[in-house]
């Protein structure tokens, strides 16, 4: 039975799932950030505070945690196992077609997991009261950090890399969970294509938005 | 002095095989365990062998040159697999495969063995599609078969234009499944040196590892060579480049005595040969006659590209001098027709020794996709071959060394004239006669190795189950490891400066020219003399760089040629003996006024059967061809 | 034409490898690579210089000894080709040419360019297979097979074993090569019975052989000389779970 679960292809299985579950997560966020737009600081603050009370969300939290803690993990451990497959390299780069960005996943991943990071003590661990602000006002610590011109650029950047890490995660995640074939791989493919622009353009014109017009 | 005894059933030719197995003593279960048979070579009648073997009960061992069993160069058979299943309604039938054997190998073949590997041939079929060959399938979800050349029935299975490939994996595959089970254990990159020979009995081989030079003892109850046929003699072939006689040589001169070693098929559509340091001759499948038409410019010397001369102007000469059979002439009257029209001035392309293969009107009639799906994949390979796409002008092909229908003589059980030893498949002799029919050799290599060998090895070591595990510290052992061994040495202290390869694009070039598609008295004693001169050459000039004890591919080069060298003067031996033509052996002194191959059935309806004699020439035993179910017959495709 | 090649020279498995120069005249554009390499070959046996060990053996792509790394590309630049079906008039004269043999964990280098690939036969003999003994089966048309569906068994079926997608896979898994088997068999009503016990235990041998997993990067698919098709791995997948 271990066999089974902890193959190489279970793993996938797993990592698979764990990443679009934090696919379904990324548009949620999206929505509440939108409301930064508005010169209200209310409505965010509100949602801000719903999503940190709730109860049934509270159980969702726990739930995203452990996928992005299982995601990076299984991330992490299958790279290093991939990279002990082979041990000796090639001495001329391997030039053999893949499709975009599908051989850096784990350098997107892990660019996206130290936003990740920054991201949650500026937000996520004063909610938690492991670094000091206010947690009630969200809406002013957004609108702070986005005047910074060189965490604007860092947040670009790495919300670009997010896009090419979505734009194979979703194709690649069908295809490990077994759902591509001749049919469905072009529409997976403009699937992607769309989500991999939207939700990352979605986060980065807020800043954007409040430089030109606020 | 050997004596052939061909063991045949008696009783009518139906009834035979029925009564043989009746017949034949068996091992019983608990017993099998105890006996161990060594198969060299993992084809299309090695693996299916060693596989069945092992599903009985026995304790198998296989060898093989390649890194896996799945690439032995059955793989490389293309067009397809006979069987009489009639699933075409076209009234085929075990008689008439048996009868298109006989006939299509110029009547002389066995009657008894035909006829047994036509009835098997079905269950073959049964087999692997049971064991998931992908053969091709009618729309309503039955197989589908074609038409291949010398039959005027469709009974060819087939799997695209790779079903040697499909077939063997199958193989393949129920061997994997006996390696799992620990019945049969596989011994990759072993090349067979020497056999050993106990007591009159084949008791075991040396084998050379080739990764690591050592030299290797197995021993066992039985031998079985599966090792195919030598028609890479001829440098260029369809064959593997590796692909090679020694194991059946090696056997030869322990004393297997080896039967009509001048019969060797031509295969008439392979691609031209391009330059001199080509290696190899790519065959373009038989199947492809069953939708292209062959033709030669009218004018003599017509250089125009093809598509250039118009319809009147091409002379599609098979058609024309075989009505009935038109483009699906057997291969040996192919080829023929084909060096015929060359020799005399019409051949196309660059050097003049090539005939088109056309398949504008098939593709005019059928639409490209019917043709692309047939054989899609021929003529991808001749496209990045020869940069031709053929779906726009034709094909060139010309004639190349194909199979060899001689091989090591076998009786109805298999068995070589030593005890012990048997030949099945490509390696033996016994049932296409003087020329093979396309997509028989499928059928008669996985027929031996899965319905006729295990019945006939069965009755040979019933009375074997009393002899222990042989050992390998014996005498005899000792011995052959030592001539082995002595053989390399020699091999590596010759020291000259021509390479393996050299000697070998010598040998072939007198062995085509000579002893190729057609023969003469005054070209084969010459060969003879040339023959004997280059393996002086060669034991004197031979360059063989580094040493035995590693992978050293010019040593294994070197001992092959080695072989080839002393093959050769026995197949120009047998063919000067046949002073008749039959099949595709054509004596041009013998030729009726239509330039076909003339039998001398009253001389010769034989099988000449060579045996070794040390340092004095052969020694030839006849095997009489008797026919009592059909009538000797002069072969008309007209 | 002139050629440049650097090629890897490896004694055996056990000691250490180096690059080595060799200048090639007199090579013919229409000669295959392996005729090329065997050319070179034969230049420096009668050099009385060490030839370089690679496999090849069918030179017509359908057996899969051959297989090289050719300028970063398993079995050369040009695609659905086996290195002893791509021409040499796909490289320019004076061109530069550097061939490594293939590199994985579960293929160690033998000598040279040859590899040891008998992982991917291990991974067969754990199952690739229909357990039908011989003389067992029923009349080939006893089963009806949909042309469709044999035509696409028959598809994955033409996997020649050569390892380029191994070679050239970045985390080196075989997974397009076991998926070929698996399709093959998945697709036929005859694999049915035992496709579950087939998956896992293919599956199990292939991590034990230590291939890598799969990252849907394509690059197996876009080095196949047979284009066996990603899709293949995708169904694979799905047998796997099936197998729970």
């Known amino acids: 039975m271990n066999k089974i679960l902890f193959s190489a292809v279970s793993k996938k299985f797993v990592m698979a799932l764990a990443g679009l579950f934090l696919l379904l997560f990324l548009p949620v966020h999206l929505g509440i950030n939108l409301m930064l737009l508005k010169n209200d600081p209310e409505p965010f603050n509100s949602a801000a505070h719903f999503m940190a009370t709730f109860p049934l969300i509270k159980v969702v939290e726990v739930l995203l945690f452990l996928t992005i803690l299982i995601h990076v993990t299984y991330g992490i451990i299958l790279q290093i196992l991939n990279w002990l497959s082979r041990p000796v390299g090639y001495k001329v780069r391997n030039k053999s077609e893949t499709t975009a960005f599908s051989r850096f996943m784990i350098w997107t991943g892990l660019s996206v997991l130290t936003f990740l990071v920054i991201h949650f003590f500026n937000f996520y661990f004063i909610k938690l009261g492991l670094v000091e602000g206010d947690p009630e006002n969200f809406y002013s610590v957004a609108w702070q950090l986005f005047s910074i011109p060189g965490y604007v650029i860092l947040y670009w950047i790495c919300f670009l890399l997010l896009g090419f890490h979505l734009y194979h995660a979703l194709q690649s995640a069908f295809q490990t969970l077994g759902l591509s074939n001749e049919f469905w791989k072009p529409v997976i493919r403009a699937i992607s294509l769309i989500y991999a622009i939207a939700v990352p353009v979605g986060f980065a014109i807020i800043p954007l938005v409040i430089w030109l017009f606020k | ?638 | 034409m002139k050629l440049k090649l650097k090629i890897w020279k490896q004694k055996n498995a056990r000691s250490g490898g180096a690059f080595e120069t060799y200048d090639l005249d007199g090579v013919a554009p229409e000669m295959s690579f392996v005729e090329m390499l065997a050319l070179l070959n034969q230049t420096l046996v009668q050099q009385g210089r060490e030839p370089v060990a690679f496999d090849h053996d069918c030179h017509e792509g359908i057996c899969g000894s051959c297989g090289m790394y050719i300028n970063g590309y398993p079995h050369g630049p040009v695609k659905g080709l086996t290195t002893c079906l791509l021409s040499m008039r796909h490289f320019k004269d004076g061109e530069t040419i550097v061939i490594e043999p293939w590199r994985a964990k579960p293929f160690p280098v033998v000598k040279d360019l040859i590899v040891d690939r008998s992982a991917l036969d291990k991974i067969q003999v754990a199952g690739g297979f229909i357990s039908v003994t011989t003389g067992a089966a029923a009349d080939a048309n006893a089963v009806l097979v949909s042309k469709k569906k044999s035509d696409l068994a028959f598809d994955s079926a033409a996997c020649i074993g050569c390892g380029a997608c191994v070679a050239a896979c970045k985390n080196a898994s075989a997974m397009l090569f076991v998926s070929a088997k698996i399709s093959q068999y998945a697709l036929l009503p005859q694999g049915k019975p035992e496709a579950k016990e087939r998956v896992r235990a293919m599956i199990a041998e292939m991590d034990k052989q230590s291939f890598g997993s799969c990252s849907n990067t394509g690059a197996c698919e876009a080095q196949c000389p047979k284009q066996i098709k990603l899709f293949n791995i995708a169904r694979l997948n799905r047998e796997y779970y099936k197998a729970f």
């Open chain 2, 1 to 638: 002095m050997i004596t052939l005894n061909s063991k045949i059933p008696d009783g009518p030719l139906e009834e035979k095989w029925t009564k043989y197995k009746k017949e034949a003593k068996l091992v019983n279960p608990a017993n099998k365990k105890k006996l161990d048979i060594i198969v060299v070579g993992t084809g299309i009648s090695g693996a299916p062998a060693a596989s069945s073997l092992g599903e009985m009960g026995y304790n198998v061992k296989v060898f093989c040159y390649q890194d896996t069993p799945r690439r032995a160069h059955s793989v490389a058979a293309q067009g397809g697999i006979n069987a009489a299943k009639n699933y075409k309604n076209d009234g085929d039938s075990v008689y008439r495969l048996f009868y298109d054997v006989i006939k299509g190998g110029d009547f002389r073949a066995r009657e008894a063995n035909v006829y047994r590997i036509a009835e098997v041939s079905n269950q073959i079929i049964d087999h692997f599609t049971a064991i998931g060959v992908p053969f091709a399938r009618e729309y309503g979800g039955t197989l589908t078969t074609r038409s291949f050349g010398g039959v005027q029935v469709s009974r060819t299975f087939y799997s695209s234009g790779q079903t040697g490939q499909q077939v063997l994996l199958g193989a393949y595959s129920s061997l994997n499944r006996q390696i799992k089970a620990g019945t049969v254990t596989m011994f990759p990159r072993r090349e067979m040196l020497d056999l050993v020979i106990i007591d009159g009995k084949a008791r075991g081989i040396i084998v050379r590892n080739l990764i690591t030079g050592e030299i290797e003892r197995h021993s066992a109850h039985a031998v079985v060579l599966a090792t195919g046929g030598y028609g890479t003699i001829y440098y260029l072939s369809t064959l593997a480049v590796n692909s090679n006689a020694s194991a059946a040589w090696k056997a030869y001169r322990r004393g297997a005595a080896f039967a009509n070693p001048s019969f060797v098929q031509i295969h008439p559509s392979s691609v031209p040969q391009m330059n001199e340091f080509q290696s190899k001759l790519t065959l373009m499948s038989e199947s492809l006659r069953n939708d292209g038409r062959v033709w030669v410019p009218k004018a003599k010397g017509d250089r125009r590209p093809a598509n250039e001369i118009p319809e009147e102007e091409r002379d599609y000469y098979l058609e024309r001098r075989y009505p009935a059979f038109g483009n699906l002439v057997p291969r040996d009257v192919a080829s023929r027709a084909a060096k015929e029209r060359c020799d005399a001035g019409y051949g196309v392309g660059p050097t003049g020794l090539a005939v088109n293969l056309d398949f504008r009107d098939a593709i005019k009639k059928q639409g490209k996709k019917a043709i692309e799906e047939k054989y899609g994949n021929l003529f991808e390979m001749y496209r990045d071959i020869t940069g031709i796409d053929s779906y726009e002008e034709p094909m060139r092909i010309y004639p190349a060394g194909h199979y060899t229908m001689g091989g090591l003589w076998v009786d109805y059980e298999l068995m070589t004239t030593i005890t012990g030893l048997f030949a099945i498949g490509e390696a033996n002799f016994s049932d296409h006669g003087a020329n093979r029919l396309g997509a028989s050799s499928l059928m008669q290599g996985a027929g031996d190795g899965y319905f006729i060998l295990p019945y006939t090895i069965s009755n040979y070591l019933a009375p074997e189950i009393k002899v222990p595990r042989i050992k390998t510290d014996t005498p005899e052992f000792q011995e052959a490891e030592e001539r082995a061994v002595e053989r390399i040495n020699r091999l590596l202290s010759v020291k000259g400066k021509q390479t393996a390869t050299d000697f070998h694009k010598k040998l072939g070039k007198i062995m085509w020219d000579h002893c190729g598609m057609t023969r003469t008295e005054a070209g084969l004693t010459e060969a003879l003399r040339l023959i004997r001169e280059l393996r002086e050459e060669f034991w004197k000039d031979l360059a063989v760089p580094g040493s035995a004890d590693e992978l050293n591919q010019e040593l294994e080069k070197a001992g092959r040629v080695a072989d080839f060298l002393e093959l050769g003067e026995l197949m120009v031996t047998d063919a000067l003996n046949r002073r008749e033509s039959c099949g595709a052996h054509f004596r041009e002194e013998s030729q009726t006024p239509d330039h076909e191959a003339l039998r001398n059935d009253d001389e010769y309806a034989y099988v000449a059967v060579w045996e070794y004699n040390n340092d004095q020439p052969p020694v030839l035993h006849r095997e009489q061809l008797k026919f009592e179910f059909v009538e000797l017959k002069q072969r008309s495709y007209k």
